[in-house]
T-cell receptor
């Protein structure tokens, strides 16, 4: 079954505005990651937050993690048209000797110029 | 240099055929994965190999058979293709610094007609 659920499914904003996407998950995790997927392309890793961390920043990205609520949010500040893409959260658990990433359903972000 | 490369990028084939998708990574990662992305962009893990050993084998039809000749390669062979196999298949690798997440290939769009 799907581990993560993302909210909203689609988000449309004006350039320069901030975009916030949320992710909820169901089971215990080792870390949570966010990925971006441009249309017709593969996924690109954006940022990782460990289960013992609450907030992390990387450039215009800010990620929060609340393990008590099993939720995370991704904030993109000062959005640009080039940020238009699908954004996925992925939770990492360990299965034997391999890490396993389970993806959410994704948020389609459209940034209008 | 492409870190994770998949071939072919597009594959159109008739029902009942057998086809293979190849994946190679030059990152020195120990673990490789196959994911399937359906038309709603839902990503589901299919297989995971760690140092040529099958670690994760989700519930996929046994028409799908992964093969890892060495830790840099993970190929996917599909027998007796069905219409429902149409999707985008992504290869990914992981290893080294956990903070780097997974590296994905650009995907293979499989269309079964």
């Amino acid at each position: 079954s799907q581990q993560g659920e993302e909210d909203p499914q689609a988000l449309s904003i004006q350039e320069g505005e901030n975009a916030t996407m949320n992710c909820s998950y169901k089971t215990s995790i080792n870390n949570l990651q966010w990925y971006r997927q441009n249309s017709g392309r593969g996924l690109v890793h954006l940022i990782l937050i460990r289960s013992n961390e609450r907030e992390k920043h990387s450039g215009r990205l800010r990620v929060t993690l609340d393990t008590s609520k099993k939720s995370s949010s991704l904030l993109i500040t000062a959005s640009r048209a080039a940020d238009t893409a699908s954004y996925f959260c992925a939770t990492a658990a360990f299965s034997g000797s391999a890490r396993q990433l389970t993806f959410g359903s994704g948020t389609q972000l459209t940034v209008l110029p | 240099d492409t870190a994770v490369s998949q071939t072919p990028k597009y594959l159109v084939t008739q029902m009942g055929n057998d086809k293979s998708i190849k994946c190679e990574q030059n990152l020195g990662h120990d673990t490789m994965y196959w994911y399937k992305q359906d038309s709603k962009k839902f990503l589901k893990i299919m297989f995971s190999y760690n140092n040529k050993e099958l670690i994760i084998n989700e519930t996929v039809p046994n028409r799908f058979s992964p093969k890892s000749p060495d830790k840099a390669h993970l190929n996917l062979h599909i027998n007796s293709l069905e219409l429902g196999d149409s999707a985008v298949y992504f290869c990914a690798s992981g290893g080294g610094q956990i903070s780097n997440g997974y590296t994905f290939g650009s995907g293979t769009r499989l269309t079964v007609v």
